[in-house]
C-alpha cells in the first residue's frame, strides 16, 4: 500500500467530511493544471492556522501533483488527515479526517489549543460544534471565491457529508460554554445539499448557509436553542476576525 | 389448488416458501412500478390555505392517474431535509413547487427546491400573480403557470395535463450527473 492509499484508508476508518463542489454542467478538461494550482493556492481559506484546503508542500507527510485529468494534495500530519482531487472539468472533491476523531495523533491536539479553555475531550467519539461551524465556514467561503472565479459557471452545486456519526456525541472543548452536552447523533450519514447556488448567491449567501447547515446538523443531535443563531455568528464572526480563542 | 405440488401431491415447505417469496417480489415490484414511477412531489407550504392548494393539485393529478407526495407537517432546522423527504424526491420524476407568499419564505419549501435542482429533477412552478416579481433567480429562466385565488383550480388541471405528457423515468442520475461521478471514478 503506498503512502496516499494509507491516507485513504485513515480518512475512512474514522469520522470524516466529504465535500463535493462542481458545476452543474460538466465540461471536460476546462482549465489546466496551472490554473487549478493558482486558483487553490489564490483561494484557500487561511483564517486557522491549517489553511482550507491544505495544499500539502511537505514530502514527509504528504504530497501535492498533477495526474491527467486533475491535480491531487493529500497530508496525514497530527491529527489532520485529508485527501482532495481538483479536476480540470472545475469538480473540487474532499475528504477529510474528522479532526475530533484523532486528538490523540502524533501530536495531541490539546497542544495546540489554550489548554486553560479546554474541556478534557470525552472517551467516546464525539463532534466540536464550534470545529464543525468553522469547517462549514470554509467550505462555503472557499466555494465563493472558486465561484466569482468562473470555476462553476453560471450554476455551482455543493455538497457535503459528514460520514461515521452513528453515536458520536456533541461536546465541545471550550469549558466557558453550557449545554451541547451528550446529545447524540443516530444517523451513521449526515447530508447537506445538494446546494445549487449562482457566483452571486454565493457570495452573499456564504456565511448564512455554513450557520444553516451547522444549526441542521446540531439538531441532528437533538440539539436545538433560540439562541444558538446568535451564538454561532458571533463565532463566525470571530472566525473573520481571527480572535477566536481556539 | 396448489400452484406447485411436490410428488405426493401437495406442496412442500420449500415450495411455500417460493410462493411466498414470489409473491412479496411481484409486490414489491408492482408497488414500485404503480407508485414511484408515476408521482410527483408537490413541494408547498403549511401556513394559510397552502395546504388545501396542495389538496386540490392532488386531486387533479389523480384524474390522470398520478400521485402526488405532499410532505406531512414537520419541524425542519436549517437546510437539513429528513431522509423521508429526500427518498421520495429521489422516487418523484418532477416537482410542483406552489410559490406563494408563505412559500416563498418557507425554510422548507426552499430546501425541497434546493435538493430536487440539485438531482436535476423537473420543477414545474405555480407562482401567484402578486409574488411573481419575488420569485428567486434561480426559478425565472423556468416557465410554470401564474395562478390567483379565482383560478386554481384550472391552473391545476392545466399542469396536471401537462405532467401527464412527461417521461416519468427520471430515477437516474442525470447526463452531467454521470459524468461528473465518471470522472471521479472510485474516488
Known amino acids: 500500500m503506498n503512502k496516499l492509499e494509507e491516507v485513504q484508508q485513515k480518512i475512512k476508518e474514522r469520522g470524516y467530511w466529504e465535500i463535493v463542489l462542481r458545476p452543474f454542467q460538466f465540461q471536460d478538461k476546462k482549465f489546466s493544471h496551472q490554473q487549478l494550482r493558482n486558483w487553490l493556492q489564490k483561494h484557500q481559506v487561511t483564517n486557522r492556522g491549517w489553511y482550507y484546503p491544505h495544499i500539502s508542500e511537505n514530502k514527509d507527510y504528504g504530497d501535492y501533483y498533477n ?3 486533475y491535480v491531487e494534495s493529500y497530508v496525514h500530519w497530527s491529527s489532520y488527515v485529508e485527501n482532495f482531487r481538483f479536476y480540470q472539468s472545475g469538480q473540487y472533491v474532499h475528504y477529510k479526517g474528522m479532526q475530533e476523531d484523532r486528538i490523540n495523533d502524533d501530536i495531541p491536539l490539546s497542544s495546540q489549543w489554550n489548554t486553560s479553555m479546554q474541556n478534557p475531550p470525552p472517551k467516546q467519539l464525539f463532534l466540536e460544534p464550534i470545529m464543525a461551524l468553522y469547517q462549514l465556514t470554509e467550505i462555503f467561503l472557499f466555494a465563493s471565491r472558486l ?4 470555476v462553476f459557471g453560471e450554476q455551482a452545486v455543493i455538497s457535503i457529508k459528514l460520514h461515521n456519526m452513528n453515536h458520536r456525541i456533541l461536546r465541545t472543548l471550550d469549558f466557558r460554554r453550557p449545554g451541547f452536552y451528550n446529545r447524540e447523533c443516530h444517523s451513521q450519514k449526515i447530508e447537506l445539499g445538494p446546494f445549487i447556488k449562482t ?3 454565493l457570495e452573499s449567501e456564504y456565511a448564512k448557509l455554513a450557520i444553516d447547515n451547522a444549526i441542521g ?3 441532528l443531535f437533538d440539539y436545538t436553542s433560540n439562541t444558538l443563531r446568535d451564538t454561532f455568528e458571533k463565532d463566525q464572526q470571530n472566525f473573520f476576525n481571527k480572535t477566536f480563542s481556539f | 389448488m396448489p400452484l406447485i405440488s411436490n410428488v405426493h401431491g401437495s406442496p412442500s415447505k420449500e415450495d411455500i416458501r417460493n410462493i411466498i417469496k414470489e409473491e412479496i417480489d411481484s409486490a414489491n415490484k408492482n408497488n414500485k412500478n ?7 412531489f408537490v413541494s408547498h407550504s403549511f401556513q394559510g390555505n397552502d395546504p388545501d392548494l396542495a389538496k386540490t393539485l392532488e386531486k387533479e393529478l389523480a384524474k390522470y392517474n398520478i400521485s402526488a407526495y405532499l410532505a406531512e407537517k414537520e419541524k425542519r432546522y436549517g437546510y437539513i431535509i429528513s431522509n423521508k423527504i429526500r ?3 429521489r422516487d418523484s420524476f418532477c416537482m410542483v413547487v406552489i410559490l406563494t407568499n408563505n412559500s416563498i419564505i418557507s ?3 426552499n430546501q425541497e427546491l434546493g435538493y430536487a435542482m440539485g438531482i436535476e429533477r423537473d420543477i414545474i412552478p405555480m407562482v401567484r400573480t402578486d409574488i411573481k416579481d419575488k420569485v428567486g433567480v434561480l ?4 416557465e410554470g403557470e401564474e395562478f390567483d385565488s379565482s383560478n386554481f383550480e384550472e391552473k391545476c388541471r392545466i399542469i396536471a395535463e401537462h405532467i401527464s405528457t412527461l417521461p416519468k423515468n427520471k430515477n437516474t442520475p442525470s447526463e452531467h450527473e454521470q459524468k461528473f461521478q465518471v470522472e471521479r471514478g472510485n474516488f
Open chain 1, 67 to 69: 495526474v491527467q485529468g
Open chain 1, 147 to 150: 465561484a466569482s472565479e468562473g
Open chain 1, 199 to 201: 457566483p452571486k448567491d
Open chain 1, 217 to 219: 446538523i446540531l439538531a
Open chain 2, 34 to 40: 404503480s407508485n414511484k414511477s408515476n408521482q410527483v
Open chain 2, 87 to 89: 427518498e421520495a424526491i
Open chain 2, 107 to 109: 425554510a422548507s419549501v
Open chain 2, 139 to 142: 426559478l425565472n429562466d423556468i
